[in-house]
């Protein structure tokens, strides 16, 4: 039995782009009507099948949005699944939903099972593991083959579609001069590891905002957790051998474990060391003292992604395909785990 | 054009059970050569098409699992995600979640698309709009299609499947039951109202609980919170205005509400009020106090739901059908809410 051939055996073939065979096997207008026959020609005399996905591309019509996360246990990610589902609901689309659980070969696999047909196009923020890997070949597959990926918040530079990312470093900075604005100087902080990439953009907020302020950044401050479900002991470990007034922690829960610790080495909060989170859920709210946090908007961010894909799975095939990445501006709500002006 | 013939006419037709059809058309051995042949016969004859259900039913190779939750902002679902996903990669399936949000429109819609062959088969907690309206063909239809369907927290009792519950009466009779062991006596209950199936148990367990160590219900220290987003205002208002020694909460949000309302008062958990919780997530664990909890084995739930469903879709036909309910028991997770004995 002959090979199977695919769209991009096509276009090698006849040396033109992947995306121009799509196009031309959809009947694209956007493709001259010469190329187009030759095309379609060349696809039927050598028996092509439209594998699924380029078949669920032709007829788009599952009208289900793909979405794909590293992790549900935060509120963050629920909050954004929320966004997304109700502007995919108020356009007449479906959501499902699959988890990574921030594992490469999960995210590819389930990559693979939602563009066999059950869905139109794809909202995903990318797993650990593949932002440690670097491995982008199953988002660039999708994306050539002509079905719409919508990145967000652990998004891939290198990856051309639309984003929507949060001003990660800008509200990090946020945090920071609040806290030296409320009186505070030796600021510790609590962060991921830099392959993370909003870790990483929070890390450099921290540094600017202190550096803007004539602060200088002492290293020793700094704790970069790997093991993010032993992070309260590290945490712990940490604030107890620390000469601090502030913590700028880069989530709630490490903020939560901030608190814990400094109330176990005796002091309060915020009389003795503020406390700052980012990502503000129900843990934040619910805190005692409720945490002050850099509120991420994560149903604005679910709500913009979700426009972002549909408006791209309904434009007009001819409109030329530029990719836009919004930014949605974090901010600062202020409760009680940091000191007042 | 003839109305499409669907499984359910074809048995009506010829007088004998849907299931009876469905596995004649699959050639089951379960059902007898004579009766196979006249129905596939027929099925030929009326051009009989299987509509998608059917279609998936007879390959039953999508290896995917169905997932439809009524939310997912509380631990309690992303743990039993957890488990279903470590038993169906497992065992070489993959898991899609949808949400109803806790509407039924959005249950029966999300049903309806995974049933259209992108799953073999659905792990299901039902909407709280579904229980209110006790409206559940849309169970009830897929199950007599031959997609198997497990059930689990908020199960329906009539419909006939596999089933995974907690003993939700005997948790919340093990937490009251401490609070009493250490001295509690004018106990309040924080609870759902009462079509919610765990909710109901759960105050049925409290009432067991007291009636069986001599102590008076008092109806005026039960409150049944309707509106859990704006809960927080209504228990510090019944906290406020009561006179007790001891709070159980049947989930984590209400007991976190409860610790705040109560040292709002000016009065210390547990030396003053105990509070006890349900469902042990995070908010239990880093809450300070860290809230006394009955743990729901969320994970256990979600593994044995997997185990039950994929059982089901592997098992031979011909083995008859009997349903099961396995229960999951709670236990008991002192912490710092409550008073030592």
């Known amino acids: 039995m002959r090979p199977k051939l695919t769209l991009k055996q096509i276009a090698r073939e006849l040396d ?41 591309l032709k007829n788009r019509k599952s009208k289900t949005i793909g979405i ?31 988890l990574s659980n921030n594992s490469f070969d999960r995210e ?3 990559m693979e099972m939602l ?20 491995d982008y070949h199953h988002l660039k597959e999708v994306i050539n083959q002509g079905m719409p990926v919508v ?12 984003k929507v990312i949060i ?11 609040h806290l030296l604005d409320t009186g505070c100087r030796k600021i510790a902080l609590l962060t991921t590891v830099d392959y993370i990439s909003v870790g990483k953009l929070r890390t450099q907020g921290y540094r600017e905002a202190l550096e803007q302020n004539g602060v200088a950044v002492q290293e020793e401050l700094i704790l970069k ?72 908007h994560g149903a604005e961010i679910g709500a913009r992604a979700a426009e972002l894909l549909i408006d791209r799975l309904e434009q007009p095939l001819e409109k030329e395909e530029t990719y836009q990445t919004q930014i949605v501006e974090t901010s600062l709500v202020k409760r009680d785990s940091t000191r007042k002006k």
Chains 1, 2 share one sequence.
């Not at 909050?79 to 959501?95: D, F, H, M, S």
């Not at 650990?128 to 670097?134: A, F, I, R, Y």
């Not at 400094?262 to 805190?287: A, C, M, N, Q, W």
Request: proline share 2%; with cysteine.
């Open 167 to 177: 001003d990660d470093a800008a509200g990090a900075k946020k945090a920071v001069q």
């Open 68 to 98: 794909i996360l590293p992790e549900i246990v935060h509120d963050f990610f629920a909050t954004v699944i929320g966004g997304i589902e109700e502007v995919a609901n108020k356009r007449g689309y479906n959501a499902i939903i699959c």
């Open 225 to 296: 957790i790997e093991d993010v479900d032993h992070s309260e002991e590290e945490i712990i470990d940490f604030i107890t051998s620390s000469d601090i007034d502030a913590v700028f922690a880069v989530n709630e829960q490490f903020g939560a474990s901030a608190v814990k610790a400094i109330l176990g080495k005796g002091l309060k909060v915020p009389e003795d060391v503020s406390v700052i989170g980012f990502s503000d859920g129900e843990l934040s709210k619910r805190f005692i003292p409720a945490l002050t946090s850099i509120n991420q």
């Open 16 to 56: 033109v782009s992947v995306s121009t065979v799509s196009k031309a096997l959809r009947d694209s207008v956007e493709i001259s009507q010469e190329t187009r026959q030759k095309i379609k020609a060349f696809a039927k005399l050598y028996n092509y099948k439209p594998n699924n996905i380029a078949l669920s």
């Open 115 to 134: 563009a066999n047909g059950s869905t139109d196009g794809f909202i995903l923020s990318v797993a650990k593991e593949t932002q440690q890997k670097e």
């Open 108 to 110: 590819v696999m389930n």
């Open 151 to 162: 990145l967000f918040d652990r998004i891939v530079e290198e990856i051309n579609c639309d």
